[in-house]
């Protein structure tokens, strides 16, 4: 039980070094962080490769995995999310003045869960089921830098920069995916603090951004406060 108990310790320990790392890490640099030899860091990466807690590149490098994000988020079904998160969006349109979405990663698709209308009297379309491109939204840019890696192999290898600058600031912009439309995203967070969502908001450039062409600072402030506050609505203490 003692050897048990270890072993539990260290899998935890290398589990938070990945979670931490904000991309991927090899073999040697997970064992160094963790303080153990390298064959002991690999036969527990080899077992949670296993149960899919963590997966492998095709440089051999270790991310989080599919089985750790389910586990995670597995007891979240999307009417919940969309319940805790509908007050925050709510308030995040009417502060900001635009159209909020709150988005979903199934498998490879961002599909759009909850929308609430931009707070003026234009006509607007219900997003709720359009599945969005991951690498031209703002929604899916966040979804892709927080994913596990191979749940977006193509996406990710394609852009390995780009995740790891929204990573870094903790938010994404995205500028033409649709004509006279920016978007700014955010992610949210599960109980585990692993990332089940993205919240962003839409609108014309000019409003989302400055002369500069740079997203105006209390927005991108107002959309990641409100999903850090949909995060606390769903048990995350980070």
Known sequence: MPGSVQSLERAAAILQVVAGSGGTLGVTDIAAAVGLPKTTAHSLLRTLLGVRFVEQDHQGRYALGQGL???GAGHLDVNELRSRASNWADALASRSGQAVRLATLDGDRVVVVHHVFRPDDSVQVLDVG???PADRTALGRVLVAFAPHRSVRGVVDGGRAEVT??????WAVEDGHLPGTVGLAAPVRG?????VAALGITGPPEAVLDGARRPRGRLVAMVVESAQSVSRELGWHG
């Open 165 to 170: 600058a929204v990573r870094t600031q903790g």
């Open 69 to 71: 994000l389910r586990l």
């Open 191 to 195: 109980s585990t603090g692993l990332v």
């Open 130 to 132: 359009t599945v969005l």
